[in-house]
């Protein structure tokens, strides 16, 4: 018959093993997901926006900046999230224009107008009946 004495060290020494395996396999799981900044984490659970982890919802999402949205509904621009407008957004700077009817000229929202709509450095001008010249519009 054993002692206890002698019972103890056999016990720890099979937890010992048995916690050692567990550490292990935990990280050898852990060490094959991607990082995002010190966080280990499941791309097809989560999204990495600029280190920060974000649980994705049932929807597909994308990051603008470390904040994740729903590009069905809304785009990034110049690291903001903005709704949709039109059929055809693009992004001017931080807003978003319809392509369609309007045009960016460095920053600014113009409607198209004429026959040939163009920019001229900050200006909007019709290319039919004039030239930028030096972010100059010279009219012909």
């Not at 597909?60 to 903001?80: E, F, I, V």
Request: hydrophobic share 35%; with cysteine; charged share 20%.
């Amino acid at each position: 018959m054993q002692l206890r004495s002698e019972m103890f060290p056999r016990k720890m020494l099979k937890l010992t093993l048995f916690f050692s395996a567990l550490l292990t396999i935990t990280n050898a799981l852990y060490s094959s997901l991607p990082r995002c900044g010190s966080w280990t984490y499941n791309p097809k659970l989560s999204l990495c926006c600029n280190g920060r982890v974000i649980i994705k919802p049932e929807h597909s999402l994308h990051c603008c900046g470390n904040r994740a949205y729903d590009a069905r509904s809304a785009k990034c621009c110049g690291g903001h999230i903005v709704q949709k407008v039109g059929m055809f957004p693009r992004c001017c700077k931080t807003r978003l224009y319809n392509t369609m009817f309007q045009m960016c000229c460095a920053g600014n929202i113009h409607l198209k107008i004429g026959r040939k709509p163009a920019c001229c450095g900050l200006r909007f001008y019709d290319a039919a009946f004039s030239k930028c010249v030096n972010d100059r519009v010279v009219y012909l």
